[in-house]
């Protein structure tokens, strides 16, 4: 009766934890309402979000002003001036591989507030500035670039910063306080850092900043209750029954497809061949683009076309013509000292600026009669002229789609890809090809050429574009890669308590107690008798329940004494609970346990790898990062990067930035000068940049830390700080602010302050504590009264401008 009563106040507890709240208008900002012009932005466009409550908003291309108006940053700011409590939250789905900039707020080169994700680097940014105008930065090793979304929570009390990442807490850090003292004309950016940097690709949602403690509640209300509630287990049971009836009715229906197959596979008949919805039959010969194909037993066999070398005579040149697969001589134009096939344009201009448009037609330049230019929305600084009409465009101009455009010559597998002053073709993934224009493009047989993963008991099967593994006949799925010989948890070959879970593995299977149950698998006992067991060996609860009137305090008081318990970690190893094989020792960790292989035992050298066994030699591509592979190697789990080879013209461009020559995914430079190729790095102004598909994404020079020194200095034009002896030299010094000096005037002053000098504008001083005499001609000594320490007073000149020189 008691454990009922103890169970119900449990319940009834929880049901108080689950009350939401919510939060007052003046504490809380929504960024999207603020930003009243973004919906009109260039490149960002209303999608569809995590969920449907609230908008979400596309974050594309470099042509974007994602900039709240002055008035509605103002608004903004001034929620968040004087404030030592706030929280960044926002929700994400970041582009693969990209790097940009989430939220920043920023007064010239004073950077109040900026968040950045860096998904070259795996990492997560925060820069500030503090109260004496000092730039600081915080490095989060995460990524959130991985194409999946996300939710971000970043709260500041005081001097701490707590990082949340999907109602985790990841990161806690003692840092600096920020400055929230914003002038006005303060600029607040989303997605961007400014109008030509730091470009986010990706969707956003529910960008807030509160001005709460704890502000991640409002995004993670289950992180404000001291203990799961009775609501929350019933929710997770029938969460959990639900997919377990979901992987049931898929499993069935993947074991009726493969037997479908099977059945097929029995059949005898005559194979005919399907290739672009036409059939043929067996041994047919056809041309298919630039290929000669023959159906053999079903199967379409192709071939590419030889093109021999034309022999052209004088006054023609090789070219493509539409529909053919080689190239065929035709004449050419001589025009300035410069050859043009047949169709080509050249534009020029006559003495008095007018533009003429010229075409090769019969051997010939003729001239073409120009109508008049279409009116561009684009301002002037954004067209550029070419050199084949006469007409301008608008920067970013889809050639692809005009009517004469070159999409039509992209003809089969083939994409037309727009450049700043044309287009040109390229295959689609999974395609190589068959010209050297890209036009005509054959699939890539990944099962012919071993570029596959297929592993144990199946058999590659090509498709269009890529590939699948069929289990062999007999054989059971484990994964997309593998299968094993028996389905031991259909045939009960297994020794899985009735009240566990069965799952196939490669020569085995596991077992896995179901929701509600607790054990190894092989034995389940239920919650109930775990929780009696926590009440029997807690002291505290023992002797609540010897009483034969409780009330409601007694309750709590062994509701905590149960979740200490009853909560605390559970050492599967020494209570036999785990699943370590053969010569593997277990050992316990928190929140489960590990299985190592000791030196000199003779183990399987299987891996664990993502709730899945691979075994030793397997090697494997990861399902979210599809440029690292991974293999199994007695035991331990190897991972790197694939190796780039520039000269394959199959290399995936996405793992290997450097082999893509389209100049679409070069960067330019600030000044204008310098372009750099897709994955090129450099270093400029103490930074380490790097350039991703058309984006710059640059980070701070990491500078060894300097042992055992009081004072450092960074001398002009390096980036790493050194030590040095004489304090007046420093940048950075250890003030004591127990210490102080008293100035000419008597007026105490800490060690560190600042002053301007009486009676001038062109001096500034400093107090400096030093524990020796030092001499110099720039600076003024004097004795605190309050100690024997030496002091200096440091003067600096000023300059008209404001600006202190040495």
Request: aromatic letters at 8%; proline letters at 4%.
């Amino acid at each position: 009766m008691g454990l009922f009563k103890l169970y119900f106040a449990l319940c009834t507890l929880g049901l108080f934890y689950a009350s939401g709240f919510g939060v007052d208008p003046a504490l809380h900002v929504d960024i999207f309402e603020e930003f009243d012009n973004l919906k009109s932005s260039a490149g960002v466009s209303q999608v569809q979000g995590f969920h449907n409550e609230t908008r979400a908003y596309l974050f594309e291309g470099t042509s974007r002003n994602a900039r709240a108006s002055l008035k509605a940053a103002e608004r903004i700011l001034q929620k968040l001036r004087g404030r030592t409590e706030f929280t960044l939250l926002l929700t994400l789905k970041q582009e693969k591989f990209s790097s940009g900039v989430l939220l920043s707020i920023h007064y010239g080169e004073q950077r109040f507030l900026e968040v950045e994700s860096s998904g070259l680097r795996n990492e997560i940014r925060l820069f500030f500035q503090t109260s004496d105008r000092r730039q600081q930065r915080e490095v989060f090793p995460y990524s959130l670039a991985d194409g999946h979304w996300h939710k971000v929570s970043l709260a500041f009390s005081a001097t701490q910063v707590v990082l949340h990442i999907d109602c985790n807490r990841i990161y806690e850090r003692i840092v600096e306080m920020p400055s929230m003292d914003f002038p006005r004309g303060t600029n607040i950016w989303l997605g961007q850092r400014n109008d030509a940097h730091g470009f986010f690709r990706g969707v956003m949602q529910d960008v807030q900043l509160v001005v709460i403690p704890h502000g991640y509640i409002i995004q993670c209300p289950d992180l404000n209750r001291t203990c799961p509630t009775c609501n929350d287990f019933h929710g997770l049971v029938q969460k959990i029954m639900e997919l377990q009836d979901i992987l049931g009715k898929t499993s069935s229906k993947l074991a009726l497809a493969e037997e479908k197959m099977k059945y097929l596979d029995g059949c005898y008949c005559e194979r005919t061949c399907t290739l672009n919805r036409e059939i043929y039959r067996d041994d047919d010969a056809w041309i298919d683009g630039c290929r000669n194909c023959t159906c053999s037993n079903g199967t379409v066999e192709c071939e590419s076309i030889f093109c021999p070398p034309p022999q052209c005579p004088p006054d023609t040149a090789p070219i493509y013509m539409p529909g053919a697969c080689c190239k065929e001589c035709q004449p050419v134009c001589l025009f300035r000292g410069r050859v043009y096939v047949e169709g080509d344009r050249k534009s020029v201009h006559d003495s008095e600026g007018n533009c003429l448009l010229f075409e090769c037609r019969d051997r010939s330049m003729r001239r073409v009669e120009i109508t008049s230019c279409p009116e561009l929305n684009c301002p002037e600084s954004e067209q550029i002229t070419l050199t084949d009409r006469c007409c301008k465009v608008c920067r970013g101009h889809d050639f692809c789609a005009e009517a004469a455009g070159h999409s039509r010559n992209c003809v089969e597998n083939s994409d037309c890809i727009n450049l700043e002053a044309g287009a040109f073709c390229s295959c689609k993934e999974g395609y190589h090809a068959l010209r050297d224009d890209s036009a005509y493009c054959q699939d890539i047989d990944e099962c012919a050429e071993g570029k596959h993963y297929c592993r144990e008991n199946t058999m590659c099967l090509n498709t269009p574009g890529s590939f699948m593994c069929v289990c062999n006949t007999g054989y059971v799925r484990i994964d997309d890669y593998s299968c094993t010989e028996h389905d031991e948890c259909v045939r009960e070959l297994n020794t899985c308590d009735e009240n566990a879970l069965c799952f196939n593995t490669v020569g085995g299977h596991s077992c896995s107690c179901k929701p509600g149950y607790v054990g190894n698998g092989t034995v389940c006992r239920g919650n109930l008798f775990r929780m009696k067991q926590c009440i029997l060996h807690s002291a505290c609860c023992v002797s609540v329940l010897n009483h034969d009137c409780l009330d409601l305090t007694s309750y709590l008081v062994c509701l905590w004494c149960l979740l200490c318990f009853c909560m605390a970690d559970i050492d599967e190893c020494e209570m036999g609970r785990h699943s370590c094989a053969n010569d593997t020792v277990c050992f316990n960790v928190d929140g489960g346990y590990d299985c190592r292989c000791p030196h000199g035992r003779n183990c399987t050298g299987d891996c664990a790898h993502d709730g899945k066994v691979k075994h030793n030699g397997q090697i494997w591509v990861l399902d979210d990062d599809r440029c690292s592979v991974c293999s199994c190697q007695s035991g331990l789990v190897m991972c790197r990067r694939m190796v780039c080879d520039c000269e394959n013209p199959t290399v995936d461009v996405l793992c290997c930035p450097e082999c893509d020559p389209r100049l679409s995914s070069q960067c330019l430079h600030q000044n204008g000068l310098l372009a750099y190729s897709n994955g090129e790095t450099w270093e400029e102004n103490c930074q380490q940049c790097q350039c991703m598909r058309g984006e710059v994404d640059c980070w701070p020079i990491s500078c060894a830390p300097v042992a055992d020194c009081e004072f450092t200095v960074v001398p002009e034009g390096e980036c790493c700080p050194r030590c040095v002896t004489d304090p007046c030299l420093a940048d950075i010094i250890r003030n004591d602010i127990t210490k102080s000096c008293v100035d000419e005037y008597g007026i105490t002053r800490f060690s560190g302050s600042a002053w301007t000098k009486h009676g001038t504008e062109c001096s500034l001083c400093q107090c400096k504590v030093l524990d020796t005499y030092i001499t110099t001609h720039r600076h003024t000594r004097y004795k605190s009264p309050s100690s024997s320490t030496l002091f200096i007073i440091e003067y600096l000149d000023l300059n008209p401008c404001g600006c202190h020189y040495f």
